[in-house]
């Protein structure tokens, strides 16, 4: 289960995070005492877009609804995560779809975020060094496959993040503001 700490650090969306300190609660190895590091406090926002770039990177990433659903048909076991944006209220149509692809995460035990628009999705997609115009798609829904050499520092804080949180009695679930 989660220790207090990571319990504290999750539930402080707004502040700044250490990632370090998160991955030695979940066991992993962090830097020497010492060692001269680069900035190691990020925000869940900050690290949930370092897991997009990373996974727009390594080609891991899947998006619009019809190709989002198509993955969950097929393979829900190599979704690590669904990135929902806000809609707004007057778009009865993709309220519809995100509702489906929300029970089904919830159903299939796969992990869902909500950002707070589509425009900041789309920067982060466009600012990846394999974005082209050809791959630009709608940003209305997003999944991230498992990575097959592990997870990065940042997919593990936006989990444990998302472990924490969502299954917490916060509500209204917290939706997330991406950087600028």
Request: hydrophobic share 35%.
């Amino acid at each position: 289960m989660y220790t207090e700490t990571q319990l504290h650090c999750a539930l402080l969306m707004s502040s700044e995070l250490s990632l370090s300190q998160l991955s030695q609660h979940l066991g992993e190895q962090s830097h020497p005492v010492g060692e001269k590091t680069q900035k190691t406090w990020l925000t869940i926002s900050e690290a949930l877009a370092i897991s997009l770039k990373q996974a727009m990177g390594q080609r891991r990433i899947t998006m619009g609804i019809l190709e989002c659903a198509k993955l969950l048909s097929h393979s829900p076991g190599r979704v690590m995560l669904c990135v929902l944006p806000e809609l707004s209220s007057d778009n009865l149509a993709m309220h519809i779809h995100h509702t489906l692809i929300t029970s089904f995460c919830w159903e299939h035990e796969i992990r869902l975020l909500k950002v707070k628009n589509e425009h900041c999705l789309l920067d982060l997609v466009r600012g990846s060094p394999n974005f082209t115009e050809s791959t630009l798609k709608s940003v209305s829904c997003m999944l991230i496959e498992k990575p097959l050499d592990g997870n990065s520092e940042a997919d593990t804080f936006v989990s444990g993040y998302h472990d924490t949180v969502m299954y917490s009695d916060i509500y209204p679930k917290p939706v997330i503001q991406l950087p600028e």
